[in-house]
């Protein structure tokens, strides 16, 4: 089974461009989450999709962030414009019911320069 | 909502001994308790997990133990090996799918 995959790897961007961060969640998978770990502290929850629908965006920290999952398979995340406390590895990751193990994804690395 | 308190944030083991990370929680809610391990380089795995209605569960070398009048809960590593060295997360969870994770520890294994 292939896991969950994001993209890309790794991003350095200057302060007040937009980022895509995409996640491709374990197939079949109807639950997708995203988390972001900032400078070695806690894995914090940002966003829970159940499908195409979001169900908690209670972590997103603030509208420059924009959480999307059209169709209900791949889920974007923007940042529009980056600030430097933006810096961090974004992780991604899917259950197939909610109460099922999370699996992550590598995470990809932002880089706000 | 959710506070998780791990320590220590690094541990160096030598080879063979026994490796102790804790971890606390505030929510009297939380009800899931997963340890994820991420090696350098590699995504965050799930070793061990553990939900509110059992006081330990064990998986070879590793084993998870819950107090939840005191609100803690620990994982145990014996007999480290090398394979070992990495970062440990802890989590908990008061509705399933919100994971609210402790800040880490690196853990080394001296050969």
């Known amino acids: 089974e292939a896991g969950v995959t994001q993209f890309p790897s790794h991003s350095v961007i200057e302060k007040g461009q937009t980022v895509t961060l995409r996640c491709d969640p374990i197939?079949?998978?109807?639950?997708l989450y995203w988390y972001r770990r900032v400078m070695g502290k806690e894995i914090k929850f940002l966003l829970h999709?159940?499908?195409?629908?979001?169900?908690?965006e209670s972590g997103m920290p603030n509208n420059r962030f924009l959480a999307e999952r059209t169709g209900g398979t791949y889920s974007t995340l923007k940042v529009q414009p980056a600030e430097l406390e933006d810096s961090g590895v974004y992780f991604c990751a899917s259950s197939h019911g909610a109460v099922d193990t999370q699996y992550f994804g590598p995470g990809t690395r932002l880089t706000v320069l | 909502g959710e506070n998780v308190e791990q320590h220590p944030s690094t541990l160096s083991v030598q080879e063979g001994d026994s490796a102790v990370i804790k971890c606390t929680y505030s929510?009297?809610?939380?009800?899931?308790f997963p340890w994820y391990k991420q090696e350098l380089g590699k995504r965050p795995q799930l070793i061990i997990d553990i939900r509110s209605n059992v006081g330990e569960k064990k998986d070879q070398r590793i084993a998870v133990t819950l107090n939840k009048t005191a609100k803690h809960f620990s994982l145990h590593i014996t007999e480290t090996q090398p394979e070992d060295s990495a970062v440990y997360f802890c989590?908990?969870?008061?509705?399933?799918?919100?994971?609210?994770f402790g800040a880490g520890t690196t853990v080394t294994v001296r050969a």
């Open positions: 989590a908990a969870s008061p509705a399933d799918y919100k994971l609210s």
């Open positions: 197939s079949g998978h109807d639950n």
């Open positions: 929510d009297s809610a939380s009800n899931y």
């Open positions: 999709f159940v499908k195409e629908s979001k169900q908690d």
